[in-house]
């Protein structure tokens, strides 16, 4: 009887030792992260792979201590649409039957081939959020109310962004802008901005060669002044990169850089606020 006892005590002890600890979640980028840490709160314990801000996503390669988070993780996160292709084989060598995988791509119904840079288009955190609350209530539902009120809250904070976007692009509706590649297309949509030498753009974000016609078409609308901004990613600025950054330069043709890693004690409504500004800046000195 003593020992059926103990056996009942150190079982309920276990219980509720397992129920106290944090879900652990992984994210495989830092925005992602960082939301899920405003969603989650105290209620989760979560760690992000890509935090380098001076780093180039598409030449990361993840080290044995990645596949090591990935078995113990409860929920994971990452961007799919080939953005983060190293995640999908880590999960399938680190086989958990219970963990939960959200995939954003498949929330906002993107795929392979499409410009994999989601967290630029305004609707995709929403729904991310929302999709990991869901994730989280199913895997803690004592802690519901709190998920809830937290996604809440999240959704809120979104609104002053979502204004400011609306605000820019009944200012800024059909200015031409160019990019070195499509890491902000699904903002410059957002704000209407006409985004031009688009084939150029896929070209290097898919690591081929670009058309010389395309490489042609991208220098003239620099040097004769049809942009107003060039946008280059600021993690991955390879020589072809330099070589038009040089050219807006010489041009007076504003440059904006944009990242793909949200920046050190940053959020993500602050990162996407700080992005925006630069954008309203960058016109504003140069109007026409």
């Not at 129920?19 to 709160?41: C, T």
């Not at 791509?105 to 729904?127: E, F, Q």
């Not at 990242?259 to 500004?277: F, H, I, N, S, V």
Request: with cysteine.
């Amino acid at each position: 009887m003593a020992k059926r006892l103990l056996h009942l005590i150190l079982v309920c002890l276990f219980a509720r030792y397992a129920a106290a600890q944090p879900l652990p979640i992984v994210a495989a980028e830092n925005f992602y992260g960082d939301v899920a840490r405003q969603i989650a709160g105290s209620d989760a314990q979560v760690s992000s792979i890509l935090t380098n801000p001076d780093q180039d996503p598409h030449l990361f390669e993840a080290r044995p201590s990645v596949a090591r988070q990935l078995a113990t993780a409860a929920i994971v996160i990452c961007n799919g649409a080939d953005y983060d292709p190293w995640m999908t084989r880590l999960l399938a060598a680190t086989h958990t039957p219970d963990r939960q995988v959200i995939v954003v791509a498949d929330i906002v119904h993107r795929k392979p081939g499409d410009n994999p840079h989601l967290w630029y288009d305004p609707p995709t955190m929403p729904a991310y959020a929302s999709a990991l609350a869901t994730a989280l209530i199913q895997r803690d539902p004592p802690h519901k109310a709190e998920y809830e009120l937290r996604l809440q809250t999240f959704l809120t904070s979104l609104q002053p962004l979502q204004r400011k976007i609306a605000e820019m692009h009944a200012r800024l509706n059909g200015t031409p802008v160019t990019a070195t590649e499509p890491v902000f297309s699904y903002m410059a949509t957002a704000l209407g901005l006409t985004m031009r030498n688009q084939r150029f753009q896929l070209a290097v974000m898919n690591d081929t060669e670009p058309r010389a016609s395309d490489i042609a078409a991208i220098d003239d609308d620099l040097r004769e002044h049809r942009v107003h901004i060039l946008f280059y990613n600021s993690q991955a600025t390879d020589t072809a990169a330099q070589r038009l950054v040089a050219i807006a330069h010489q041009s007076g043709i504003p440059v904006v850089g944009v990242t793909e890693t949200e920046p050190p004690d940053k959020t993500y409504q602050q990162w996407m606020t700080d992005q925006l500004d630069a954008v309203a800046q960058a016109l504003a000195n140069h109007p026409s």
